[in-house]
């Protein structure tokens, strides 16, 4: 009954404003309308070669597929030996042959995996599943176009990637309010604490998930954290500032209450399908955490802008790593997604306090 109830708040917010991308069983008994097409890396000559390389420096193109139609799934798996291949990885997307791509984040942290190594989990949007299987179910629609790339920003070539995406190609156009997937990379590495902060009102040094503008809707967050220092690191509330708000539209308890668990995730990871903390570390320095939070049940609405922001610690006393992917959906023409951190800068570490930040 769980599982049913979240499928169908998935179906709420596919049919909210886009093209329909998920089913029901009732729906096996209605005709569809759609081609369902696979894009994949099969082997063209009919062996069993079903994947690709990367040579270090090269960009891939694993779609590039004219519309109007909407990428229901995507599955992604590689071989990598240099280690933290998934932080290396860049995955863009594009829609409607725009210039500026509407997704630009590390492979690895569009998929909840922000600390670059496997950690398996199950959500209704995300899924990693045994073995370093990377799955998204996110509705991408799309009008005239779109394409995904994979660029090796590493030093070493990836031995192999895989990928199957399921598109449905439709002969009709797509709804004209139709929005737009979006999925935006930020990291704080490390936030700049401010231990002697009594409080805070305004969110002005919080750690930012998104800044959007245009109309649209914000559907969820993953993020993942290194501890610099030792102690808790959850007391942030999170502040959601809409269409130009100086204070909080929506605040927050808390950072464990935000991606709904409670007491400092009761020490022991968990998965569900709208919210998780695949990985729980323990109270030190070093010690690593995922989590990840999706509005499907009520996605965060703005008609002109967004701030999405956490505070870092309690008034923002504490200067841990921050990695985080925003996942979102808006009209377009949307403004450039930030710039991603050259390569070093993005790879996972302790920065104890008082060293020099990195980024």
């Not at 305004?202 to 993942?224: C, F, I, P, Q």
């Not at 102690?231 to 709904?260: Q, R």
């Not at 695949?278 to 703005?302: K, N, T």
């Not at 990695?323 to 959906?329: E, G, K, L, Q, R």
Request: hydrophobic share 35%; charged share 20%.
């Amino acid at each position: 009954m769980r599982w049913l109830l979240s499928v169908c708040c998935l179906l709420g917010f596919a049919a909210a404003g886009r093209a329909q991308s998920a089913t029901t069983l009732s729906n096996l008994t209605r005709p569809q309308s759609y081609v369902l097409k696979r894009i994949s890396s099969y082997d063209r000559a009919g062996r069993n070669h079903d994947y690709r390389t990367i040579p270090a420096g090269d960009t891939l193109t694993l779609l590039d597929e004219r519309g109007p139609g909407e990428i229901t799934h995507i599955w992604i798996t590689i071989a990598a030996s240099e280690r933290y291949a998934l932080k290396k990885i860049v995955l863009r997307m594009y829609w409607d042959g725009e210039a500026s791509p509407s997704v630009l984040t590390p492979l690895g942290d569009f998929f909840g995996l922000g600390l670059g190594e496997y950690v398996y989990y199950k959500s209704i949007p995300l899924q990693v599943a045994p073995d370093n299987a990377l799955n998204c179910f996110f509705p991408m629609p799309f009008e005239r176009h779109a394409k995904i790339t994979v660029t090796n920003q590493g030093s070493e070539p990836v031995n192999a990637i895989y990928w199957n995406i399921d598109v449905r190609a439709y002969s009709h156009p797509l709804p004209p309010d139709t929005l737009y997937f979006h999925a935006e990379y930020r990291q704080a590495t490390p936030n700049v604490a401010h231990p002697n902060a009594k409080f805070d009102l305004d969110g002005k040094y919080n750690y930012v998930w998104l800044e959007a503008r245009g109309r649209g809707e914000l559907a969820g967050v993953t993020m993942s954290v290194i501890e610099n220092s030792d102690g808790w690191w959850g007391e942030g509330n999170d502040m959601f500032f809409v269409d130009g708000a100086k204070m909080p539209s929506i605040e927050g308890t808390g950072t464990e209450d935000y991606f709904l668990g409670a007491w400092d995730f009761g020490g022991r990871p968990f998965s569900y399908p709208l919210y998780g903390a695949p990985l729980v570390g323990r109270e030190v320095q070093g010690a690593r955490w995922s989590v990840y939070r999706f509005h499907l049940d009520s996605p965060i609405p703005f008609t002109k802008s967004l701030r999405a922001t956490i505070e870092h610690g309690a008034a923002n006393d504490r200067g841990d790593n921050y990695y985080s992917v925003a996942y979102w959906y808006q009209t377009q023409p949307h403004e450039p997604l930030p710039p991603l951190p050259p390569v070093n800068e993005r790879i996972p570490r302790v920065i104890p306090p008082g060293a020099k930040g990195m980024r």
